[in-house]
């Protein structure tokens, strides 16, 4: 089966940078990718990273390694609007994607 | 603007009851899905769906059911609910090469059994 690890709660103050880490344990997958999910919101699509390295899309950046069966979300500029909660998810060969318990991002001012 | 739509934003229901929770999306995707989300245990997958009249099992089938008669509708039944039941239900739709494009979810529905 796969498993993915994030840490619960993570805390930070507006206009830090930030990074939500997220290891797994699979025998095989396609990519890694991050979802976010404000309270009472549906979670929506943030990144997706098919090959080892860093995507970089506006305020967020995206890494995997493969190699050491990890990845990372980082946000820069935090804003208050980034509190959510965080989920890395494992791309399944393509059948569906397998989920992370989550992290939950409080920004203070 | 595009969406996937749960009928229902809160439920209640009581145990034994069958219910029946609906998802419609109006993208054509071709494939849907159906996640519970719980505290601590992130999202997990109960049934999914590749085409009409298609399905798969998730991680945690037990006690559900679907239904897909339609490309754009995906239904999710509980036979015959129980407490252990009560979750948030997500529904989500992507297209075949889902990779570049990730899930697009419903605002989901709160479902709580007595």
């Known amino acids: 089966g796969q498993s993915l690890e994030q840490p619960s709660e993570v805390t930070a103050v507006e206009g830090a940078i930030v990074q939500i880490n997220c290891t797994y344990q699979?025998?095989?997958?396609?990519?890694l990718s991050w979802y976010q999910q404000h309270d009472g919101g549906a979670p929506t699509f943030l990144s997706y990273?098919?090959?080892?390295g860093l995507e970089e899309t506006g305020r967020f950046s995206s890494f995997l390694s493969r190699s050491d069966s990890y990845g990372y979300l980082l946000l820069q500029e935090l804003q208050m609007k980034d509190s959510a909660s965080y989920f890395c998810a494992l791309d399944n060969y393509g059948q569906n994607f397998v989920f992370g318990p989550g992290t939950r991002l409080s920004v203070l001012p | 603007d595009v969406k996937v739509t749960q009928s229902s934003r809160y439920l209640v229901k009581r145990t034994g009851e069958k219910v029946f929770l609906e998802c419609v999306q109006d993208?054509?995707?071709?494939?849907m899905f159906w996640y519970r989300q719980d505290p601590g245990l992130g999202l997990r997958l109960i049934y999914f769906?590749?085409?009409?009249?298609?399905?798969e099992k998730g991680d945690i089938p037990e006690g559900y059911s679907v239904s897909r008669e339609k490309k754009e509708r995906f239904s999710l039944i509980l036979e015959s609910a129980s407490t252990n039941q009560t979750s948030m239900y997500l529904c989500?739709?992507?297209?075949?090469?889902?990779?570049?494009?990730?899930?697009?979810f419903g605002s989901g529905t709160r479902l709580t059994v007595v």
């Open positions: 989500a739709s992507s297209p075949q090469d889902r990779g570049l494009w990730g899930y697009t």
């Open positions: 769906s590749y085409d009409v009249k298609m399905k």
């Open positions: 993208m054509d995707h071709e494939n």
């Open positions: 699979t025998s095989g997958f396609y990519g």
């Open positions: 990273n098919a090959l080892d």
